[in-house]
Nanobody, 124 residues
């Protein structure tokens, strides 16, 4: 069982940057593909980015490509989401998650462990 805790959220102006961190407990962290999802009030949780357990492949949803970068440091049991050129539409609670089940990496149903979330608010 892995526990995840996000940090790094906050309030920024449009065009600014934030770096989110997600730390995991346990020594099995490196076995999981790790993902970032976000959820705005009244909207469904959506996929943002993920990275394989080897760190060799990463994927981002089209709306954040060129602006967000996902990375991981298995030695530190940490996954990061560097967010640049933020826009108000990025405002949401951001969650990190560990993929437990094979299948589509963008489907939150394939992720078995979730952090509590960190709020990101982007003002105009």
């Amino acid at each position: 069982q892995v526990q995840l805790v996000e940090s790094g959220g906050g309030l920024v102006q449009a065009g600014g940057s934030l770096r989110l961190s997600c730390t995991a407990s346990g020594r099995t962290f490196s076995r999981y593909t790790m993902g970032w999802f976000r959820q705005a009030p009244g909207k469904e949780r959506e996929f943002v980015a993920c990275i394989t357990w080897t760190g060799g492949r990463a994927y981002q949803t089209d709306s954040v490509k060129g602006r967000f970068t996902i990375s991981r440091d298995n030695a530190k049991n940490t996954v990061y989401l560097q967010m640049n050129s933020l826009i108000p539409e990025d405002t949401a609670v951001y969650y990190c998650a560990a993929q437990y089940y094979s299948g589509s990496y963008y489907d939150p149903r394939n992720y078995g462990s979730w952090g509590q979330g960190t709020q990101v608010t982007v003002s105009s």
